[in-house]
DNA sequence: AAACTGATTGACAACTCACTCAGTTTCTGA
DNA sequence: TCAGAAACTGAGTGAGTTGTCAATCAGTTT
């Protein structure tokens, strides 16, 4: 493994550990077994690291997912694949996530590449549940009014599935199996509409 | 205002927009019209601050949600209003969910105080949640198998949709009615079971 | 007036941080 | 074999960090 594959590894880690601004360069360095100015030859600077790790990992994320999405036929079936996806790949990148997680954005600072980098995967996950809702429209495994809105509440929910399941704040082993159940039942046609009780 | 109030004010809000480690004593001090070291005199550490900020917000918004949910005698609707709070909650006290979204624990120190608060804080509304579900079961306005599970899921869901909303990474105004109207379809009786295409 | 109180100040110590750079080692291909 | 390029080193820099502390000050009590 080069250098600065070490250095990603290391970072990787400590940041999803630790957090980004918690973690010092000279603390990755050491844990990639180089030189403090190796990381700088390597990367323009601390940020460039941490930016590195955010591409490689949302690019991994939407591949898989489509690859995911694309073996399945039934609009019911893609959201189940999407929804069980999300608990696999954080198992299988838990640290990526975690960084993912651990970001949240400056409200003033909206131009950060960081922030635009995960808002557009955000928009682009939400289109991809788009898309599975409609296949399930069209062939009748799925109810659904609002085509957009539901998309981005099983988006929302499919986030804070994730969260709980890295934090471990809730002791919920079938997390994910709970909110596929969840989500079959309020997608699943012929149930009857919104009671005003 | 006292100077301490004032201290908490602009810590509140430069941590809310930054980040903890992102905002420097000096900073605060400076915000708040007061010596860097008054700061000293009023809390132990930088920690102190954060932590006045973490319990004082966490106990309004447990009391709040708890007075909410009283004032609604059906199972439905007391789920429903636990959701809308959260978006009524989130509204008035942006700054202060701003900082609890953004904490991230440390996997491997669990004993951290904040930590521990947040996760009691969880389970106590997770516990509300679910005597809330156990209320609709017995009133017949909420059909569900796993409560726990089911409890756990709804909690999740309001976490995301909190964060969607704080981040405004989805252009989703109705994001938190969307929820409602899933929640209702998802927890509705008489409803059709899991179907496994 | 003298003594005491808690609040406040700002200079300061001790330390950490990201980043630089002059110099060294290792690689590469002709 | 060797020159030039690329990779690497680690001491050094200056800015910034948290937290301390002796001194001051406005009130209040004795």
Same mark, same amino acid.
């Given at each position: 493994m080069g250098r600065?594959q070490?250095i990603?590894?290391s970072?990787?880690r400590?940041?999803?550990?630790?957090?980004?601004?918690?973690?010092?360069?000279?603390?990755?360095?050491?844990?990639a077994?180089?030189?403090?100015?190796?990381?700088?030859?390597?990367f323009?600077?601390?940020?460039?690291?941490?930016?590195?790790?955010?591409?490689?990992?949302g690019e991994?994320?939407l591949q898989?997912?489509?690859?995911?999405i694309?073996?399945k036929t039934?609009?019911?079936?893609?959201?189940e $694949?999407?929804?069980?996806? &999300? =608990?696999n790949? *954080?198992?299988? @990148?838990?640290?990526?996530?975690?960084?993912?997680q651990?970001?949240?954005?400056?409200?003033?600072?909206v131009?950060?590449?960081?922030?635009?980098?995960?808002?557009?995967l955000?928009?682009q996950?939400i289109?991809?549940?788009?898309?599975s809702?409609?296949?399930g429209?069209?062939?009748?495994?799925? $109810?659904c009014?609002?085509? &957009? =809105?539901?998309a *981005?509440?099983? @988006?929302?929910?499919?986030?804070?599935i994730?969260h709980?399941?890295?934090?471990k704040?809730i002791?919920?082993?079938?997390?994910?199996?709970g909110?596929i159940?969840?989500?079959?039942?309020a997608?699943a046609?012929?149930?009857q509409?919104?009671?005003?009780i």
């Open positions: 600065k070490a990603i590894q970072a990787t400590l940041f999803a550990q630790k957090g980004f601004a918690e973690t010092s360069t000279a603390e990755i360095a050491e844990d077994g180089v030189a403090h100015g190796t990381l700088f030859y390597h323009k600077n601390k940020r460039g690291i941490i930016h590195e790790i955010f591409s490689m990992a991994a994320y898989n997912l489509k690859n995911v694309a073996r039934t609009g019911i079936t893609r959201i $694949a999407i929804i069980r996806f &999300n =608990e790949f *954080s198992r299988d @990148h838990i640290q990526q996530i975690r960084i993912f651990r970001f949240f954005p400056d409200p003033v600072e131009s950060d590449p960081e922030t635009r980098l995960i808002a557009s955000q928009q996950v289109g991809l549940i788009e898309k809702l409609e296949t429209l069209a062939d009748g495994s799925i $109810a009014k609002n085509i &957009n =809105e539901t *981005s509440v099983i @988006h929302s929910l499919i986030f804070g994730t709980m399941n890295l934090t704040a002791n919920t082993p079938q997390l994910t199996e909110a159940a969840f989500c079959r039942r997608l046609p012929g149930g509409d919104c009671q005003t």
